[in-house]
């Protein structure tokens, strides 16, 4: 499976916008890229993906480069309610149901 | 809203003992899956399910098994609970196997 590259951790103001880099080098051709996100104590939460263009949703927006070697999670303006783990995962579409979770990206947001 | 409900939130088993962890999802979807959370290794797949009577093996399997006898309903059953089993299970469903994934809270298991 192709493997992505998350910070740790990063730290965010309350209402200020949240940059979370991904990099995935060796992403393929069918590879979907997918974002989930954690709260304490729940299970994962959907948040969105892409193939090759930008995406947005109520949640948040996602930027992927031309390349597709990285992509870029944007929530818009944090909330403390957006505390969680951040995994960006790359999903085969020619292979489907599986999704690979890593270390993720763990925010934290400062009131 | 989709709704995934695992059976308990915590379960402490004996070593040896058989342990069921039920899953029930509401939305009639076709996909189920057993993950394992552990602390440094991320989610982990163990079996998938894409449609009644149907499995699928994930990355992790040994140890493990599954049953789907109706659509909305995917057990996991631990044969014998080892000590190594000691983890948190979530389990999830989708529509297509393409789909985003629905969670439900997780059940955190103690085998002793």
């Known amino acids: 499976d192709a493997k992505t590259t998350q910070p740790n951790s990063m730290e965010s103001n309350e209402e200020e916008p949240v940059h979370l880099p991904c990099n995935h080098s060796?992403?393929?051709?069918?590879?979907?890229i997918h974002w989930y996100r954690q709260l304490p104590s729940q299970g994962p939460e959907y948040v969105i993906h892409?193939?090759?263009s930008n995406v947005n949703n109520r949640m948040a927006s996602l930027a992927i480069a031309e390349d597709r070697k990285s992509s870029t999670l944007i929530l818009h303006r944090a909330t403390l309610r957006d505390a969680a783990v951040y995994y960006c995962?790359?999903?085969?579409?020619?292979?489907?149901?599986?999704?690979?979770f890593g270390g993720g990206t763990r925010v934290l947001v400062k009131p | 809203d989709v709704k995934v409900t695992q059976s308990s939130r915590y379960l402490v088993k004996r070593t040896g003992e058989k342990v069921f962890l039920e899953c029930v999802q509401d939305?009639?979807?076709?996909?189920m899956f057993w993950y394992r959370q552990d602390p440094g290794l991320g989610l982990r797949l163990i079996y998938f399910?894409?449609?009644?009577?149907?499995?699928e093996k994930g990355d992790i399997p040994e140890g493990y098994s599954v049953s789907r006898e109706k659509k909305e309903r995917f057990s996991l059953i631990l044969e014998s609970a080892s000590t190594n089993q000691t983890s948190m299970y979530l389990c999830a469903s989708c529509i297509r196997g393409w789909d985003e994934q629905y969670f439900g809270p997780g059940t955190r298991l103690t085998v002793t």
């Open positions: 399910s894409y449609d009644v009577k149907m499995k």
């Open positions: 060796t992403i393929s051709g069918t590879d979907y």
């Open positions: 892409g193939l090759t």
């Open positions: 995962i790359l999903r085969d579409g020619a292979a489907g149901n599986k999704l690979t």
């Open positions: 939305m009639d979807h076709e996909n």
